[in-house]
């Protein structure tokens, strides 16, 4: 047992030993699961339905391991959502090809290679690509030849992550040896019913093509993220919980996952009386990030965009509770408006410059330093990969 965790152990017996003359009994209850070496399903239930002071004495206690363990650094990934055309018809999405209220655009090479400059140059370290998913030729050869313009106007120095959808074996392989080493893909839920309930059951949205991306993608060498939305309509704790432990099995990099926001324009707003009220998704959602964070010490997760458009600060209320990435958008402002997976979404009519001011005073107000030019990789990643060796 090393120091760290010795000094954990006895502080957590100290707090038990305090709290049962007090005889506080949720608190008490979480400071018992906090000193477990592993944790159950109920367990991990248990924390991420904490409401109120019980929820606030918990995310404190994890805001202060997790700087232990993983230390204040957090990344800057520069987000362009370079295109809003799509083939899939998630029932959640905004962008989904049946609505056809939403203005289509696709950015030219020219402007995501001056985004991607931008990034460089303001220190960012790394940039995503992000947009809906098309499996065409003629789209997966101009992202290989981007990917690989991006490395040269960048001198190699930026870090890629990807996050283009369901893509075959050769295509995972193409797009990493042009320069790509992290790949974003959201399983939306690892509970197949609930998967079937937010997609229409056909053959382009098949939860198991799905896990097996998953798999590939880590065959071929990248970093490998997923995640899911928190508060999606028929979604209860024990499922949260669930995808929690999945994210354990099958082993990880890294996470993005944000509340779900009703969007008009899609088959799900149906249920919108059904759903947690917002303010309750946005706090799920950062009990999600925490629990996370105690679970998987050492995988990268983001500040995902979307508690920002429930809270003003809820991106960096995740960076104090569990998360250490965060994103800037940095797609050109004129095309921002119409990458609307959901309503209310933050930031869409600033220009980068302004975005990035804003983060970096954001994220030291959260108590957390930028890790500037870094790429800021999962140290997960690298320990999961040498043990392999
Ligand atoms: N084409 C890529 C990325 C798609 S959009 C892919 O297929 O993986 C990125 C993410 O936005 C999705 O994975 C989904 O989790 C999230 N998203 C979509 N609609 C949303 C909504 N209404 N509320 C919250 N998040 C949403």
Redesign the pocket.
């Known amino acids: 047992m090393n120091d760290y965790i010795y000094k954990r152990y006895r502080y957590y017996f100290f707090l038990i030993f305090i709290l049962s003359k007090k005889g506080a009994t949720v608190v008490e209850k979480i400071v018992e699961i906090l000193s477990k070496e592993s944790y159950t399903q109920e367990d991990l239930s248990y924390l991420i339905g904490l409401e109120g002071s019980d929820r606030d004495f918990y995310l404190k206690e994890i805001g202060k391991s997790y700087i232990n363990t993983l230390g204040k650094k957090v990344y800057f990934r520069g987000l362009i959502e370079f295109s809003n055309y ?1 083939t ?1 018809d ?1 029932y ?4 989904r090809k049946s609505n056809t209220h939403t203005e289509r655009y696709d950015i030219d090479d020219e402007a995501i290679l001056e985004a991607a400059v931008f990034a460089h140059q303001n220190r960012y370290g790394s940039l995503v690509l ?4 098309r499996n065409d030729k003629p789209f997966t050869d101009r992202i290989t030849r981007l990917l690989k313009e991006i490395k040269t106007v960048t001198n190699g120095e930026l870090g890629i992550t990807i ?4 893509q075959s074996e050769e295509i995972y392989r193409e797009w990493f040896e042009a320069g790509a080493h992290r790949y ?3 399983i ?1 839920t690892s509970n197949e019913d609930l998967y079937y309930k937010i997609h229409p059951r056909d053959e382009a949205h098949d939860f198991h093509r799905r896990l097996e991306c998953l798999r590939t993608l880590k065959k071929v060498g990248y970093q490998t993220g997923t ?3 928190i508060g999606l309509p028929f979604q209860t704790y024990e499922q949260l919980a669930a995808d929690l432990l999945f994210f354990q099995r099958i082993d990880v990099d890294m996470i993005g996952m ?6 008009t324009e ?1 088959p ?1 707003y149906q249920y919108k009386d059904q759903l947690w009220p917002l303010q309750r998704r946005f706090e799920v959602a950062i009990n999600m990030i925490a629990t996370l964070r105690l679970l998987l010490p050492d995988i990268n997760i983001a500040a ?1 965009t ?1 508690l920002q458009a429930i809270d003003p600060m809820g991106r960096e209320k995740a960076l104090r509770y569990g998360a250490n990435v965060i994103m800037p958008n940095i797609t050109p402002t004129l095309h921002r408006k119409d990458y609307q ?2 309503e209310n979404k933050p930031c869409t009519d600033e220009g980068a410059d302004e975005c990035a001011n804003c983060l970096s005073i954001r994220v030291e107000m959260a108590g957390r330093e930028i890790g500037y030019n870094e790429w800021g990789d999962s140290q997960h990643f690298f320990k999961r990969t040498s043990s392999k060796q």
């Open positions: 799509c899939k998630c959640y999405c905004g962008i992000q947009s809906g998913e996050s283009l959808g369901e974003l893909l959201r939306e995640g899911v939305m944000g509340p779900f926001i009703e969007h899609t799900l995902a979307a997976l959901y």
